[in-house]
């Protein structure tokens, strides 16, 4: 008998919405467990007791196991389906771009998007101010980057879709919520559209 999958989640979250994604590409149900991260409910004793030291969500449980890291509970959930590819460097070019996500898209594009839909310009601390300028020029370094694998290619790896694809598109699909302008990024959108286009693709709630 298959583990019980519960993700425990905010549904805001694009790092929640790419397992949910994931699950549905797979078509493997999932049971949703929702926390407000602004009101602190992933700082509880009895979150961080149980579900994760750190704090952070999302966190699959699989059974009685729990596994943090978004792009990790994909990779457990994707295993032996067609969206990891067989092949040895196609394998590996997918988690570079999983690994380059996390690195240098979503510390940006992400928390732009955070800041000023969740939070506001206004309400940022002085710190988190003064990183505004640096965020905002590696998001769109990052989404040129991609316009320019994407000028050559119609997906990010092994030349169709894959995790990566799922990875990415999450919190690029909304970076204009961030601030960023995708229409300076055409490669950008029309893999949005055929990222969106693919069987089993749910929306962002």
């Given amino acids: 008998m298959p583990p019980r999958l519960v ?3 905010d549904p805001v979250s694009g790092n929640c919405y790419k397992i949910r994604l994931t699950a549905a590409h797979v078509d493997v149900p999932l049971e949703r467990r929702a926390y407000d991260i602004l009101k602190g409910e992933t700082r509880t004793s009895a979150f961080l007791g149980e579900v994760d030291a750190g704090g952070r969500i999302p966190v699959l449980q699989i059974g009685d196991d729990f596994l943090p890291e978004s792009n990790a509970a994909c990779v457990y959930l994707a295993h032996g ?3 990891i590819p067989a092949d040895r460097f ?4 997918m988690l570079r771009w ?5 690195y240098s898209h979503e510390p940006n594009v992400a928390t732009l998007r955070f800041w000023r ?3 506001g310009e206004g309400a940022l601390s002085e710190a988190q101010a003064a990183l505004l300028p640096a965020k905002k020029a590696a998001g769109r370094a990052a989404l040129a980057q991609m316009d320019a694998h ?3 290619a119609d997906w990010m790896a092994a030349g169709r879709f894959t995790l990566a694809d799922i990875a ?3 919190y690029t699909h909304v970076a204009g919520e961030g601030g960023f302008d995708l229409a300076a990024y055409p490669n950008v959108q029309r893999w949005l559209d055929r990222v969106a286009a693919q069987p089993g693709h749910v929306l962002f709630e």
């Fill in 90 to 93: 196609d394998h590996a070019d």
């Fill in 117 to 119: 839909r969740y939070v």
């Fill in 168 to 170: 990415l598109y999450a």
């Fill in 81 to 83: 389906s067609a969206l």
């Fill in 150 to 152: 994407l000028s050559r």
């Fill in 7 to 9: 993700l425990h989640e």
């Fill in 98 to 102: 999983m690994f380059w996500e996390q």
